[in-house]
């Protein structure tokens, strides 16, 4: 079973950059496919990007295309999300998800991590 910790989460200001990483444990983390969900205050949990096990296909949700990049280094068991040009919608809890099916991560994965807090605010 896979143990999931996020990191990089903070205060930044509208069209700043933060850089989250995830660091997983207990698993072997080539056999999961990975994904980045947010919850904003009173909305539901949404997906945001997922990344596939060799990091050949990923998926973006709409209102983040162009701005955020998803990334893995299996060599390292870490996922990152790189987000650009940050607007104060995108504040919210960011939690790092896995599955062992990209219908799962992409959907309901089976882990998840304890969240880190993005803020975007001036």
């Known amino acids: 079973q896979v143990q999931l910790v996020e990191s990089g989460g903070g205060l930044v200001q509208p069209g700043g950059s933060l850089r989250l990483s995830c660091a997983a444990s207990g698993g072997t983390f080539t056999s999961y496919h990975m994904g980045w969900y947010r919850q904003a205050p009173g909305k539901e949990r949404e997906s945001v990007a997922c990344i596939t096990r060799t990091g050949e296909t990923k998926y973006y949700r709409d209102s983040v295309k162009g701005r955020f990049a998803i990334s893995r280094d299996n060599t390292k068991n870490t996922v990152y999300l790189q987000m650009n040009s940050l607007k104060a919608s995108d504040t919210a809890i960011y939690y790092c998800?896995?599955?062992?099916?990209?219908?799962?991560?992409?959907?309901?994965?089976?882990?998840w991590g304890q969240g880190t807090q993005v803020t975007v605010s001036s």
């Open positions: 998800a896995a599955d062992q099916r990209w219908s799962g991560v992409t959907s309901g994965p089976d882990y």
